[in-house]
């Protein structure tokens, strides 16, 4: 038997979230401004800076491009 994986609630993932970039002591202010001079604000990648707002609202996940977003634009301000 096989066990599937909890799905996390929007509320859970917004934690998670706000828990890792405080870990890289950034804001999502931060990140999404990051994500606007990469993307552009119209781009699926731009992260909302109400991201958490959004996500404790929503029953579902982001998209995999804010996923991927959230990803690279929290590595390339560790970096810069």
């Known amino acids: 038997m096989r ?3 909890k799905s996390l609630t929007g509320a859970e993932i ?11 002591k950034l ?6 401004q990051k994500s606007a001079a990469i993307y552009g604000h119209g ?5 909302p800076h109400n991201l958490y707002y959004d996500l404790k609202l929503s029953s579902s ?3 995999a ?8 634009s929290a590595g ?3 970096t810069a």
Request: glycine share 0%; no cysteine; proline share 8%.
């Open 76 to 78: 390339s301000l560790i």
């Open 61 to 63: 996940a982001p998209s």
């Open 27 to 32: 804001t999502l202010y931060q990140a999404s």
């Open 3 to 5: 066990l599937q994986p």
């Open 65 to 72: 491009q804010a996923s991927i977003s959230y990803s690279l």
């Open 43 to 47: 781009s699926p990648y731009f992260l």
């Open 14 to 24: 917004a934690e998670r979230v706000e828990a890792t970039l405080e870990t890289r």
